[in-house]
């Protein structure tokens, strides 16, 4: 008797660069899955169904049906849905514990760095309701540096950590973005060279694609969508 297919995943999505993380890393791993649109200018993230299984009101957020010991699981964070993706199909996330502890640092760096100070200077050059050149300049400097380290990793690297692993699907979503956030590639060249070989990759353009119909072309532009995602307070 053939087995059973696979159930497919529950993707809670936007196509944003922290949703791209979760694409790339299903296609890569070529797992099933399902995306269940989540509009985060139109205030989705607060509804009590997605709160239960992402209490932080951001997506991403996955149900895995087949979790551990066979039961349905649900993961928020973007990072540790990377990691339970990984431990789950054992790719892209090394068993050998010190190559694990490289992917782990690279990984919180994006999340803890990398990710949120080029969401500020994303926030503070294209969206702010004026232009406040220390904000501006903070940011966009900080985003700098943060590039240099990067470049400086790549250095001698084809992939962040040596092989290709879920800290390179944590950074690419906002990588890709440098022009926005004011940076000159051409001063960061490894960082250039990593992102034309992560764009070659057929997952990776895969998961970029996935819900590009969904987003607007004037982005973030109205007063609603920005009072939803830039004047939450606790609830």
Not at 45 to 56: C, E, G, H, M, W
Not at 64 to 80: L, R
Request: glycine residues 10%; charged residues 25%; aromatic residues 12%.
């Amino acid at each position: 008797m053939s087995e059973a297919p696979a159930k497919p995943i529950d993707l809670y999505y936007w196509p944003t660069p922290n949703g791209f993380k979760i694409t790339i890393m299903l296609e890569e791993c070529g797992l099933p899955y399902n995306v269940i649109p989540v509009n985060i200018g139109k205030g989705d993230q607060f509804k009590p169904d997605f709160l239960a299984i992402s209490p932080n009101n951001r997506m991403p957020a996955i149900v895995d049906p087949a979790g551990p010991d066979g039961k349905p699981i649900s993961v928020f964070e973007s990072g540790a849905i990377l990691q339970y993706l990984g431990r789950k199909t054992g790719k892209f996330y090394p068993q050998d514990e010190r190559a694990r502890v490289a992917v782990d640092e690279w990984l919180f760096w994006q999340m803890g760095g990398f990710g949120p100070m080029l969401g500020q200077t994303h926030h503070f050059r294209l969206y702010a309701p004026e232009q406040i050149p220390y904000a501006v300049e903070r940011y966009t400097n900080e985003a700098n540096r943060l590039y240099g380290v990067l470049n400086k990793r790549l250095e001698g690297r084809d992939y962040i950590c040596g092989d290709y692993s879920i800290a390179d699907m944590a950074c690419i979503g906002w990588a890709r973005g440098w022009e926005r956030q004011g940076q000159d590639i051409k001063q960061f060249p490894n960082v250039g060279r990593w992102i034309e070989t992560m764009l070659a990759r057929p997952a990776v353009a895969r998961g970029l694609k996935v819900g590009e119909e969904l987003r607007n072309p004037a982005g973030i532009s109205t007063p609603e969508e920005k009072a939803i995602l830039f004047g939450q307070k606790a609830r």
